[in-house]
């Protein structure tokens, strides 16, 4: 709870401004200003010298169970082979009673000495007939053993699903690699990674971002619990009064009754949780080959990936979403899913629905033109510029030219776009220092498409406020939310940024220190 006497912050710097000091009272900003006007007789005082002081940092996208299980669970990030993912394995089931099905996330094939995904014998090989199931970094694809498989009733005649595929062997018999839908095809039956997750580990890991600076997500939550797992949503609300930060809630439904039902629960859940609108996948990941491209991947002359636009799947969730007064986020990687989403969103516009209503996640590759659409939908970019940092060493071989025209921030903010900015996390690392960082020097690719330190700055603060539709933050009669570094992210290099300190985090007017957590890269 926040402490309700009227307390003074005094900082030396508040980043991008001339002032010093915050006035705080009872969990809301009272006044930005210099220490020297406020400075009365009576009033509580906190110094923290060295520090600068920002708006409390956000996410506009982020998994929170899916970050839970990350560094909770098994997380293969780091392994470097076959070998290394087998050992990995072996110690993490070694105490497990025989049958029990394992979950491993963030499989990175781009890393490994193989240079591809295990099959299904490749992880028999590895556990025998306990059944496992990994799941690529970007969830787009998932590979499953043989137990794995016959568990979930996939025979070697089970056709791909809709918006989906299973890969196959020279005989025609899925060889255990899932792509897209097809991963529910296991997933629904053995269990997704965060279906049982204590209330601990949720706590533990929420409290372990708020010492990363973050003060609040746009947190992607799946509703409707299948065969023995929890509905995420319910997971949430349980833990909802204890949470450290707050949740603004974007919900994955299968029906727009689910998705009333999930608004109407965290509507009642608490100062911590609201329902923030709907989310839904028009294709897949370029690290997956799964994000709907209008030309073929530069690597893989016969594939454009899997456009999953299904306005009659899509628009009644939209059409619910809206009428329960929340946004529509629509995920949207490669340029012909963003061309169907831009013109989607166009429709909705021509029908009168608010322009902040609307994003677009990720929006990675788009022509000229389709900035230009964008921009004229008035929809908020969601992006996360992570992503240029773990996709350097295969992004150019994967869309040749078109990596000019990939992760276009300042073409879009030129444009007049809004963009608010994210991690994906678990897909990528949580932390927003480093997010600014990457905004700022691109890894290196396409420095054209830089955005300037004050505009990296704002990705994380104002362009998070306007993609979870909430008033600007660091103003008198906000949320008391703020981040202490200990240096000014305005004047500092990246790699400043990258290796700098979050002295503390305030939410609520309430200071958290940081909490270090174990995030295997
Ligand atoms: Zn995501």
Redesign the pocket.
């Known amino acids: 709870m926040w402490s309700d006497r009227r307390t003074l912050l005094v900082v030396d710097r508040v980043a991008g401004t001339d002032h010093d000091a915050v006035l705080v009272d009872s969990g809301k900003i009272v006044a930005v200003g210099s220490s020297n006007e406020f400075e009365t007789a009576g009033l509580a005082i906190d110094r923290y010298p060295g520090t600068s002081l920002i708006a409390g940092l956000g996410d506009a996208?982020f998994?929170p169970l899916g970050f839970t299980a990350a560094i909770s669970r098994l997380n293969v990030a780091n392994c470097g082979s076959f070998d290394d993912l087998a050992g990995k394995i072996r110690k993490v089931t070694s105490g497990m009673p025989p049958g029990q099905v394992v979950i491993g996330t963030r499989l990175n094939d781009d890393g490994l000495a193989e240079q591809r995904l295990p099959t299904r014998l490749d992880l028999d090989a590895m556990v025998g007939d306990r059944p496992l199931m990994l799941y690529r970094y970007c969830?787009h694809v998932a590979v499953a053993n043989t137990a794995a498989l016959d568990l979930s009733g996939v025979r070697p005649d089970t056709p791909d699903p809709v918006g989906g595929s299973l890969d196959r062997d020279a005989d025609g018999r899925p060889n255990g690699i899932l792509r897209e839908t097809a991963i529910s095809l296991c997933g629904d039956v053995l269990g997704q990674r965060s279906g049982d997750l204590s209330r601990e580990e949720v706590l533990n890991a929420m409290s372990g971002l708020v010492g990363s600076g973050l003060t609040r997500l746009g947190a992607?939550v799946a509703t409707g619990g299948f065969f023995g797992v929890r509905d995420e949503i319910d997971q949430l609300i349980d833990i909802g009064p204890d949470l450290p930060l707050n949740l603004s809630v974007l919900v994955y439904a299968e029906t727009p009754d689910q998705l009333e039902r999930a608004a109407e629960r965290l509507s009642n859940a608490g100062r911590r949780l609201s329902f923030l609108g709907m989310k839904d996948f028009t294709d897949g990941s370029l690290g997956g080959h799964t994000a709907a491209l209008r030309q073929p991947y530069s690597d893989w002359q016969s594939e454009v990936g899997t456009n999953r636009f299904d306005l009659a799947r899509i628009g009644p969730l939209a059409e619910r979403s809206l009428a329960l007064g929340g946004s529509v986020a629509l995920?949207a990687i490669g340029d012909a899913a963003c061309a169907d989403v831009i013109g989607y969103f166009g429709t909705l516009r021509d029908a009168g629905v608010d322009a902040d209503r609307l994003r677009i996640?990720h929006a990675s590759v788009l022509s000229d033109a389709d900035v230009e659409a964008l921009a004229a939908t008035g929809a908020v970019a969601s992006v996360q510029p992570a992503f240029l940092a773990s996709e350097t060493e295969w992004l150019g071989t994967r869309l040749g030219e078109r990596v000019e025209t990939t992760y276009r921030f300042r073409t879009m903010q030129e444009a007049g776009i809004a963009l608010a900015g994210g991690s994906?996390c678990p897909?990528e690392p949580p932390f927003p220092l480093a997010g600014m960082a990457v905004a700022q020097d691109r890894a290196g690719m396409v420095p054209a498409e830089s955005l300037d330190a004050g505009s990296a700055l704002a990705l994380f603060t104002d362009g998070v406020s306007a993609a979870l539709r909430e008033p600007l933050p660091l103003k008198p009669g906000a949320r008391a939310d703020f981040t202490m570094l200990n240096v000014d992210p305005l004047t500092a290099t990246p790699d400043e940024l990258r290796g700098a300190e979050v002295v503390a985090t305030w939410i609520e007017g309430t200071p958290h220190l940081p909490i270090p957590f174990e995030w295997d890269q």
């Open positions: 996208h998994h969830g992607i995920h996640e994906d897909v």
